[in-house]
């Protein structure tokens, strides 16, 4: 069950994320639900665009998933997603190398334990 006690077990910034909603549990809980079951389509095309070895789309989804997930202080995930799209950001005519599937493979191993939540 998502609780601010299991968002802070799972390595959220609660404090920061409750501020960003005003300081209320409710809409910061709901907020984090809606963004957990958003983020699904972010990450099938992370999947998608690492098997591809496609660097533009994987800066695509990496950057769409920062955006989500530091918004609501989802450390866990925002951390590699954050490292990926910074790596990628105007090298995405580039070979990607070990490091994005080591980040990308964190962010998704992250995103399976927030779903447990």
């Not at 609660?14 to 963004?35: A, D, I, Q, T």
């Not at 095309?45 to 994987?58: D, H, S």
């Not at 955006?67 to 590699?80: E, R, Y």
Request: charge should be neutral; charged fraction near 25%.
């Amino acid at each position: 069950m998502l609780t601010i006690d299991s968002l802070r077990t799972y390595g959220a910034n609660v404090e920061e994320g409750l501020g960003r909603c005003m300081n209320k549990e409710p809409f910061y809980l709901k907020v984090v639900s809606m963004v957990k079951d958003d983020v699904d389509g972010s990450f099938a095309k992370l999947k998608a665009a690492m098997a591809e070895r496609n660097a533009q789309k994987t800066f695509e989804a990496a950057h769409a998933l920062k955006g989500s997930t530091g918004n609501v202080a989802l450390t866990p995930i925002f951390k590699p997603v954050c490292a990926l799209s910074d790596m990628l950001k105007g090298h995405t005519d580039a070979p990607m190398g070990p490091e994005c599937d080591k980040l990308a493979n964190e962010a998704l191993e992250q995103y399976e334990r927030l779903k447990a939540l």
